[in-house]
């Protein structure tokens, strides 16, 4: 009786308890969906010390449309000629890069160009968007750190 009740005892330590991996937990809120732009704030700085701040006109009703087979398109036009562009995505963390194809904006040719930015914050209705570039000329290293707050 004494081994049937260890046996059973080893049996519930070893089977019965079950790990969690919450690692491999993984934000399950989508970016898919139009995105309105409430607010887009730009501050550009020279080596670490913050030169302007602008908070960008929404001339028009600004938005950011991503759709479910990675492509997607966006109207940011400060003018108020609700101009808009193409582009594809992909999301790796918390990373979206933007991938611009050769178009025709306004009557311009425009280049193709990538783009990545940082999601900061994001839920079902809300999602806040870090553009953060950088360069370096004549020893001075700038950054322009655009945030893009969006409302579905």
Not at 29 to 53: C, E, F, H, Q
Not at 93 to 111: E, V
Request: aromatic share 8%.
């Amino acid at each position: 009786m004494n081994k049937i009740l260890i046996v059973t005892l080893c049996a519930i330590a070893l089977f019965g308890c079950a790990k969690k991996n919450n690692a491999s937990i993984q934000n399950t809120v989508s970016i898919t969906g139009k995105w309105s732009v409430k607010a887009d704030t730009l501050r550009i700085y020279d080596n670490n010390v913050l030169k302007s701040t602008s908070v960008l006109g929404l001339a028009t009703s600004p938005y950011i449309q991503f759709n479910t087979d990675a492509t997607g398109t966006t109207m940011m036009d400060e003018s108020g000629a609700g101009t808009t562009q193409r582009f594809t995505y992909s999301v790796t963390g918390k990373t979206i890069t933007f991938n611009f194809p050769a178009q025709t904006i306004s009557g311009a040719q425009q280049a193709a160009y990538t783009q990545s930015a940082t999601i900061k914050q994001q839920s079902a209705n809300s999602l806040t968007i870090l553009f953060d570039d950088h360069s370096t000329s004549g020893g001075i290293t700038e950054e322009d750190a655009e945030i893009t707050y969006l409302t579905k």
